[in-house]
């Protein structure tokens, strides 16, 4: 059971250069998310997915777009790449809205835009 | 709005000690709380969360959580460290006004000195 898992693990970018990262979770999961970490600021959410079909703006969504074609798969694309894009990103997944939020997160995706 | 706090960049700690994180959140209504540690270059993994019930929370890796409803806290707690659970340690409560989404705290790390 490969649970939640994101491609690719490393990118380097240079500045207007454009990329995709997929999340794929294998859990029948409704629920998806896409997270970034920088140092000293935690976990942000960038956007979110309650279904298939369906996406939502978090806390941080400026410069990124998200897809949610098929339910197993939660696509975030970056238009633009700036340096301040640079992060950690995580996806992780969860069942519905009748649970209690336990997350499954995948192992994360390293950018640097240069 | 809600939040939660971890007053502590880093905890460090001699194997064997015990140890503590402190996490203090702030809600209107009822917590829904939750741990989750993140060893390096890996995603975050639930430890253990608060829903209702009794306040001394068990988790994985003999983890445990102690809910206090006067002092608003949920610290994490184990009798002796281990030098394997040097993480980073995030506490997280489940937003009130879109419950879908956690809300994450900056985090932790822990050291546990051999």
């Excluded at chain 1, 990124?64 to 633009?80: A, D, T, W």
């Excluded at chain 2, 993994?45 to 209702?52: A, E, G, M, P, S």
Aim: contains cysteine; charged residues 15%.
């Amino acid at each position: 059971n490969a649970g939640v898992t994101q491609t690719p693990k490393f990118r380097v970018l240079k500045t207007g250069q454009s990329m995709t990262l997929l999340c794929a979770q294998d859990m029948n999961h409704e629920y998806m998310y896409w997270y970034r970490q920088d140092p000293g600021m935690g976990l942000r959410l960038i956007h979110y997915s309650v279904g298939e079909g369906t996406t939502a703006k978090g806390e941080v969504p400026d410069g990124y777009n998200v897809s949610r074609l098929k339910k197993q798969n939660f696509l975030l694309g970056l238009e633009s790449a700036a340096p301040s894009q640079t992060s950690v990103y995580f996806c992780a997944s969860r069942m519905t809205s009748g649970d209690t939020g336990e997350l499954f997160f995948g192992e994360g995706s390293r950018l640097t835009v240069l | 709005a809600q939040s939660v706090a971890q007053p502590e960049d880093q905890v460090n700690v001699a194997e064997g000690n015990p140890l503590t994180v402190k996490c203090t959140y702030s809600v209107s209504g009822n917590p829904y709380l939750f741990w989750y540690v993140q060893y390096p270059n890996r995603g975050l993994q639930f430890l253990l969360k608060y829903i209702t019930g009794d306040n001394l929370v068990k988790g994985s890796y003999g983890f445990e959580a102690e809910f206090n409803k006067s002092q608003t806290s949920f610290h994490l707690k184990k009798p002796s460290a281990l030098v394997s659970d040097s993480a980073l340690y995030f506490c997280a409560v489940r937003d009130e006004g879109a419950t879908n989404k956690l809300i994450f705290g900056t985090g932790t790390l822990l050291a546990v000195q051999p």
